[in-house]
């Protein structure tokens, strides 16, 4: 059983900074998971923002949000953040995590039909 539950969005104005919390509950015999953050926007398809692997490592970003964003986890908590600085009006969305389980690192790709596992999503929005 995979749990996953997004906090932290919220308004800000263009060049703003937001940080957001997922926090995880994976009981399953299984202690190797590629996490990642999405977000879609209204009328947009779903695109990958960032993803890492959960021993740490294998970070990528999306283009759109490189030198942009920082991802990091803290497995004792069971938690994955998502930092943003300088944000715009276009990273309007709704900011979701997910995870699907891997054998190691180099099978943590961000690619959405990958993910088994999601959460309900916190919204983002950047006005100018």
């Known amino acids: 059983q995979v749990q996953l539950a997004e906090s932290g969005g919220g308004s800000v104005q263009t060049g703003g900074s937001l940080k957001l919390s997922c926090t995880y509950s994976?009981?399953?015999?299984?202690?190797?998971?590629?996490l990642a953050w999405f977000r879609q926007a209204p009328g947009k398809q779903r695109e990958g923002v960032a993803r890492?692997?959960?021993?740490?490592?294998?970070?990528h970003y999306a283009k759109s949000m490189q030198d942009r964003a920082t991802i990091s986890q803290d497995n004792d908590k069971n938690m994955l953040y998502l930092q943003m600085n300088s944000l715009k009006p276009e990273d309007t969305a709704l900011y979701s995590c997910?995870?699907?389980?891997?054998?190691?690192?180099?099978?943590?790709?961000?690619?959405?039909?990958?993910?088994?596992?999601w959460g309900p999503g916190t919204q983002v929005t950047v006005s100018s």
């Open positions: 997910a995870t699907y389980a891997v054998a190691s690192g180099y099978d943590c790709v961000l690619s959405e039909d990958g993910f088994d596992y």
């Open positions: 890492i692997y959960s021993g740490g490592g294998y970070i």
């Open positions: 994976i009981r399953e015999n299984h202690d190797r998971w590629c």
